[in-house]
């Protein structure tokens, strides 16, 4: 932009320095050397206007990268998330596993009490049986 404006100020300096034609508004200025400011100016024009497409073109492209970053965090999150939720499912089923297996393990306990009680029984039974028998015999 800088350039553009001293082309102008260049211009405007040679319009200003131009030979001013008598008895009227118009002046005398080197034809080619105003070519050559208007050249340099179209130029600088085109120049600056291929600046602005390349900026607002990284501008788009820094606003997609942001968005790309925003959607890449929020997925993070929802990624963390369900890992969480899925932890605090697989920890509740495994306490009610838990509960299960100690409950299993009591009954189990219990089960072999029984079974210890019965043949405590049957033992008694047969020697009271044999004891029995032994009165019989004499």
């Known amino acids: 932009m800088d350039k553009i404006k001293g082309i102008i100020f260049l211009l405007e300096s040679l319009v200003n ?9 118009n ?12 050249n340099k100016l179209t130029e600088a024009v085109d120049a600056y206007e291929n600046e602005e497409k ?3 073109t990284y501008h788009a492209n820094d606003i997609d990268m942001r968005v790309q970053n925003t959607a890449f965090l929020d997925t993070k999150k929802e990624v963390l998330k369900l890992k969480q939720d899925a932890n605090e499912y697989a920890d509740a089923i495994l306490s009610r596993l838990q509960l299960l297996v100690t409950k299993l393990q009591k009954n189990v306990i219990k089960i ?10 049957i033992e008694e039974k047969q020697l009271a049986n044999m004891k ?7």
């Open 132 to 138: 029995g028998d032994d009165h019989e015999i004499q």
């Open 27 to 38: 002046i005398s200025i080197d034809k080619s050397e105003a070519l050559s400011l208007i």
């Open 112 to 121: 072999e009490k029984n079974i210890t009680e019965g043949r405590h029984l």
């Open 54 to 56: 390349q900026s607002t």
């Open 17 to 25: 320095t131009g030979k001013k034609q008598w008895m009227s508004n």
